[in-house]
């Protein structure tokens, strides 16, 4: 077995945590989910998700990492209880799922940085999204960002992961503020700005049995949650960091930036008189309006490759973040060096992740299955086990290294005790219903 890392720097574990967070969760998805399912409406039950059910979810992730310092499967054994050891194997299937398909999106957007240079995507936005989005390109698309995922995981937490999120979540924010700068001066900034931010009430309460699985999975895989993400890097944190800091910390940031991503995509798609409710064109709308606006504005080119340049720095972060899962259950077990298990982690990623590259149906099939089923369930049976299994070492836990919050510990320890269980139970349930029963279900048959 290798010898088990850490991070050299409490700065650096809360910026990967963040890296992780901040990926095509907030840039890609959020937009795409709040133009679909209702606008502000599904904003509104999104923030309220990430503080209710989002925040104490992470500190119950970070306890069990922090306590155990194991991976996400190894730590219920660490704990004694070694029957709970398939809760953590969900979480790192979810994560391994969850990213054969984030590959494919993040060769798309290498594609689309290249369009922006040249303006390919300006005649024809939809037909460019046709040619990357699908078949024997996508697939080697799909190589090249795996590829460069593949590479920093295999340089280690210090070397790799620390590093490469120290430089990309300050570039990403910078970025993104100054992209929010220029789109105010858009003449579709202020209807983008209402749609965004001004919620229907009366849609709020006539959709919320649909709105809410979306919103509740957007919060879960915002937050990198479900995904064994969190535990796996709060295992390499020292007992002393607070880790209640910590995790707001990264809530407020990440909340910022998908924030920050509405506030720019929006007005664009406004301006150009996008049909932003409609799912038409699936997962790939956003990428067929967001270019299309880039190709009927001043500076289009220009801005086009600094916003998909932030959504690429974006999607590395969280995809380094997602293959350190998988690396880091086989780094505790195996006397293999990391290099050669993040090569071959790697390769099964691309195996799995070649239909959805060949076919974006395959790609709506997985990320359907992953935010309305796996992500809920693998937080409800790990908030089971943290509030009702191990709560009272769970709440030490959460107080070593901030004392001062006792109270704030004792009511998150009944928080997920009750709240959180039973909004994601409901969660859960509605997405069942909504993917599997319903006439419509939005689970269909990728064949």
Do not use: C
């Not at 700065?11 to 937009?31: H, K, R």
């Not at 992470?58 to 991976?71: D, I, K, P, S, Y």
């Not at 798309?108 to 024809?124: E, H, K």
């Amino acid at each position: 077995m290798s010898q088990r890392e850490t991070w050299a720097t409490r700065v650096g574990f809360i910026l990967a945590a963040v890296g992780s967070a901040v990926g095509l969760g907030n840039l890609w998805q959020f937009p795409f989910k709040t133009a679909t399912n209702g606008g502000a409406a599904f904003v509104a039950f999104y923030l309220i998700a990430v503080l209710l059910i989002g925040f104490p979810a992470m500190l119950a992730e970070f306890v069990l990492g922090r306590r155990t310092q194991r991976n996400a499967v190894d730590a219920f054994a660490r704990l004694g209880h070694r029957s709970w050891r398939i809760v953590g194997a969900l979480a790192v299937f979810t994560g391994f799922w969850i990213l054969s398909y984030y590959n494919v999106v993040g060769g798309w957007v290498m594609r689309y940085i290249l369009g922006s240079v040249t303006g390919a995507y300006f005649d024809n936005p939809a037909g460019y999204f046709g040619s990357v989005s699908a078949g024997p390109e996508a697939v080697i698309a799909q190589a090249a960002f795996l590829a460069i995922v593949v590479a920093i995981v295999a340089f280690g937490i210090e070397d790799g992961i620390e590093r490469a999120t120290k430089v990309m979540v300050p570039s990403i924010i910078v970025l993104m503020v100054a992209l929010a700068i220029w789109v105010a001066t858009l003449p579709g900034a202020a209807e983008g700005y209402a749609f965004f931010l001004s919620p229907d009430l009366d849609a709020m309460i006539a959709n919320a049995g649909t709105i809410i699985p979306f919103a509740v999975g957007q919060a879960f895989f915002t937050l990198s949650l479900g995904m064994a993400i969190m535990i796996t890097y709060s295992s390499y944190v020292g007992r002393d960091d607070n880790l209640i800091f910590d995790g707001g910390s990264v809530v407020i940031t990440n909340t910022i930036v998908g924030v920050l991503a509405g506030l720019v995509v929006f007005p664009i798609l406004l301006t150009i008189g996008a049909d932003i409710t409609s799912d038409t064109g699936g997962a790939g709308a956003l990428f067929v309006a967001t270019a299309a606006g880039f190709g009927s504005v001043p500076f289009g080119r220009l801005f086009g490759v600094v916003f998909f340049g932030v959504v690429l720095i974006a999607a590395l972060s969280s995809a380094i973040s997602l293959l350190e899962v998988t690396v880091s259950y086989a780094n505790d077990n195996l006397n293999i060096s990391r290099p050669a298990l993040s090569v071959g982690i790697g390769v099964g990623l691309f195996l799995l992740g070649v239909p959805s590259a060949l076919d974006t149906a395959w790609l709506a099939w997985f990320d359907t299955l992953a935010y309305q089923v796996f992500l809920p369930l693998s937080v409800l049976l790990l908030v089971i086990f943290v509030g009702w299994v191990i709560g009272k070492e769970a709440l030490e836990e959460l107080l070593s290294g901030a004392e001062d919050f006792r109270t704030f510990g004792v009511v998150w320890l009944w928080t997920i005790r009750f709240v959180v269980v039973l909004a994601v139970l409901l969660t859960l349930a509605l997405g069942i219903n909504e993917t599997f029963l319903v006439e419509d279900a939005a689970f269909f048959d990728p064949f």
